[in-house]
C-alpha cells in the first residue's frame, strides 16, 4: 500500500471519529438542555408537548408523597398564570395534563375552582372538572351557581349538564334543579340562563 493511499485512510478515519464524537456532545448537550427545561418548569413543558398532539405524561412510579405534590402546586401556578395571561397553548396542554391524571389534581383544582381570588381561573377550574363527568362534583357545582362570577355561574350549570351522561351523575346532578331553574329565571348574565336553560333540558 503507497504512503499516500495510507495517509488518506488515516485521514478518512480520523475525520470519521472527529463527527462522531462531535455528534455525540450534540445530543449529549441537548439531553442536558432538556433536563434543565423540565426542571426549571417541567409542567410546562409537559403541557407544550401535550400541545403538539403528543401523548400525556405518565408519571414515574417512584415519585414520593412530596414530590407529587410539589409536582401538582407547580403545574396549577403554571396553570393559573397561563389562564391570566391568556396564553392559550399552555391552558390547553394543562388542561390536558389534569384530565390524563384526574385523582392527581382532583384536590388542587377542586380548591381553584371554590376559591381563587381571580373569578376566570376559578371558572377554567370549574369547566375542567366538568369535563371529567365525576358525579361526587355535583354538590360543589350546585353551590358554584351563586358564585360572583357570571363566568363561574355559567360553567357550573354547564357541569352539572354534563353529569346527565351517566346513571350515577344524572342522579347526583337533579338535586341541583331547583337552583338551576332559578338560574334560568332570575340570573341577570344571558350566557348563565342560557347554560342553565341546556343543563336542564339534559336533566329533566
Avoid: C
Amino acid at each position: 500500500m503507497s504512503k499516500g493511499y495510507k495517509q488518506r485512510w488515516i485521514a478518512a478515519g480520523l475525520l470519521f471519529l472527529v463527527i462522531g464524537t462531535g455528534a455525540l456532545v450534540l445530543r449529549e448537550r441537548r439531553a442536558e438542555q432538556a433536563m434543565r427545561l423540565r426542571g426549571a418548569d417541567g409542567a410546562t413543558q409537559r403541557g407544550l408537548e401535550a400541545g403538539r398532539g403528543e401523548t400525556p405524561p405518565v408519571w414515574p412510579p417512584h415519585l414520593t408523597e412530596a414530590e407529587i405534590a410539589q409536582e401538582v402546586d407547580t403545574s396549577l401556578a403554571s396553570w393559573r398564570q397561563a389562564i391570566l395571561d391568556k396564553n392559550a397553548e399552555v391552558v390547553q396542554s394543562l388542561d390536558r395534563a389534569f384530565l390524563s391524571s384526574p385523582e392527581r389534581y382532583r384536590s388542587a383544582l377542586e380548591k381553584s375552582a371554590r376559591s381563587d381570588t381571580d373569578g376566570r381561573v376559578r371558572a377554567f377550574s370549574t369547566r375542567v372538572l366538568g369535563k371529567q363527568k365525576n358525579a361526587a362534583f355535583a354538590p360543589l357545582f350546585e353551590t358554584l351557581l351563586s358564585d360572583k362570577s357570571p363566568f363561574v355561574r355559567q360553567n357550573a350549570a354547564w357541569a352539572l349538564g354534563e353529569l346527565a351522561v351517566l346513571d350515577d351523575g344524572r342522579v347526583a346532578a337533579r338535586r341541583a334543579v331547583a337552583e338551576l331553574r332559578l338560574a334560568r329565571a332570575k340570573d341577570p348574565a344571558p350566557d348563565v340562563r342560557m347554560a342553565a336553560k341546556g343543563a336542564l333540558a339534559r336533566l329533566e
